[in-house]
Every structure is written in structure tokens, then in C-alpha cells.
T-cell receptor, first 115, second 116 residues
Framework: DAGVIQSPRHEVTEMGQEVTLRCKPI?????LFWYRQTMMRGLELLIY????????DSGMPEDRFSAKMPNASFSTLKIQPSEPRDSAVYFCASSLGDFSGNTIYFGEGSWLTVV | AQSVTQLDSHVSVSEGTPVLLRCNYSSSYSPSLFWYVQHPNKGLQLLLKYTSAATLVKGINGFEAEFKKSETSFHLTKPSAHMSDAAEYFCVVSKGLTGGGNKLTFGTGTQLKVEL
């Protein structure tokens, strides 16, 4: 299996621009997660989906952030407008089932820098 | 609510010597616990996990961890460090219920340095 695939791997954008991060989960997985990693706050869960439906978006920091999952094999995380404090590594992850011991598989991350 | 505390932000060992990365957890439920590793500029890779079966869990690359309920600990060990083990290690707890039961809470990470 190819694993969780994220794009772009690196993005540098100017403040105020729209940023779209993309994710392809592992085929057959029914849970998809977006995490953000920063030096100050570590790894935080932003939102997760079950069977393409958003279940918990309480971690989404502001209305500038939105996430969609139009089908089982694709999800986007959008920031509009972007700000320098959004600079972070954004990880997408997927898993099968909701047993707490199930392994969650992470992509290699999207490194975002907003200048 | 569940949480994990990684007791050391940085650990430095010599190649060939044992590794000990400490983690304490807090959970209202019977927890599932994980260790993930992150190499520089890479994603997160699962090292091992505990899911209420055997308390001594063996993972990849020679790592293992022991779940000790009485001490609420899940320390990660390796008998002999290798240069390639240099990375950041995260202790992670998962909510111990079904229905959203695989929401992970990460520790703050331990940076492992391996010296010649």
C-alpha cells in the first residue's frame, strides 16, 4: 500500500493568500484525521471524518480553516486567508474502525510557511 | 480526559548503550498507548502499541515498552542505541472507548540524540 499521501510537501505563501492542502487516505480506511504540529503547541487534532462525514471539528482554530472530504479517497484542508501564525506542519492520517487500539497511519506532512 | 507526560524533553546516549524514554499517562478509561517516532522532516511512524493484551510490548527496530498500571507508566526502551535511532519520540494515549475511540492525545515529545 502507498500509505497516506499528502500534497504539497512544502508550501511557502504570502499572508492573505488561500492555501489548500490535500490528502489521500489509505484505501479502505473509514477514518481520516487532520493534525497540526507547531513548536509551541505540539501535535493537535484539528478535525476528523468518519465515512466522509465530519465528526468533530472542535480543534479547528478559526473560521479561516475549513476541511472537506468529498469522497472516501480525498480530503482537503483549506486556510483562507492565511496568516503567519498558521505556519506549521499539517499531517493527514487515516485508520480503519474506531477501536482505540487501532493504528492510525500518518502521511509525511505538508510543511506550510506563511510570510 | 486522557493525557500523557513525557518526562524528558531531550535524552542523549552513546551508540551501543541502552535507551530509556519515560512516559506517564492519565486516563479515566482503560487506555490504549502508543509510541510514535518522527525522523527529521518526516512523518510519524508507529513503533509499538499497547491495547490491554500483554503488558510487555515489542515494536520495530528493537524497541519495547512495558505497561505498568500501578505506576501509570509506559516507558520505551532499547538495549543498544544505533545512530539511526536519533529522532523525536512521542508517547500517545487513545481514548479507551468505541465511538470516536481512536482520538489520539500526544505527549510533548522526547528528542533522542545518539553520539558516537
Amino acid at each position: 500500500d502507498a500509505g497516506v499521501i499528502q500534497s504539497p510537501r512544502h508550501e511557502v505563501t504570502e499572508m492573505g493568500q488561500e492555501v489548500t492542502l490535500r490528502c489521500k487516505p489509505i484505501s479502505g480506511h473509514d477514518y481520516l484525521f487532520w493534525y497540526r504540529q507547531t513548536m509551541m503547541r505540539g501535535l493537535e487534532l484539528l478535525i476528523y471524518f468518519n465515512n466522509n462525514v465530519p465528526i468533530d471539528d472542535s480543534g479547528m482554530p478559526e473560521d479561516r480553516f475549513s476541511a472537506k472530504m468529498p469522497n472516501a479517497s480525498f480530503s482537503t484542508l483549506k486556510i483562507q486567508p492565511s496568516e503567519p501564525r498558521d505556519s506549521a506542519v499539517y499531517f493527514c492520517a487515516s485508520s480503519l474502525g474506531d477501536f482505540s487500539g487501532n493504528t492510525i497511519y500518518f502521511g509525511e506532512g505538508s510543511w506550510l510557511t506563511v510570510v | 480526559a486522557q493525557s500523557v507526560t513525557q518526562l524528558d524533553s531531550h535524552v542523549s546516549v552513546s551508540e551501543g548503550t541502552p535507551v530509556l524514554l519515560r512516559c506517564n499517562y492519565s486516563s479515566s478509561y482503560s487506555p490504549s498507548l502508543f509510541w510514535y517516532v518522527q525522523h527529521p522532516n518526516k512523518g510519524l511512524q508507529l513503533l509499538l502499541k499497547y491495547t490491554s493484551a500483554a503488558t510487555l510490548v515489542k515494536g520495530i527496530n528493537g524497541f519495547e515498552a512495558e505497561f505498568k498500571k500501578s505506576e501509570t507508566s509506559f516507558h520505551l526502551t532499547k538495549p543498544s542505541a544505533h545512530m539511526s535511532d536519533a529522532a523525536e519520540y512521542f508517547c500517545v494515549v487513545s481514548k479507551g472507548l468505541t465511538g470516536g475511540g481512536n482520538k489520539l492525545t500526544f505527549g510533548t515529545g522526547t528528542q533522542l540524540k545518539v553520539e558516537l
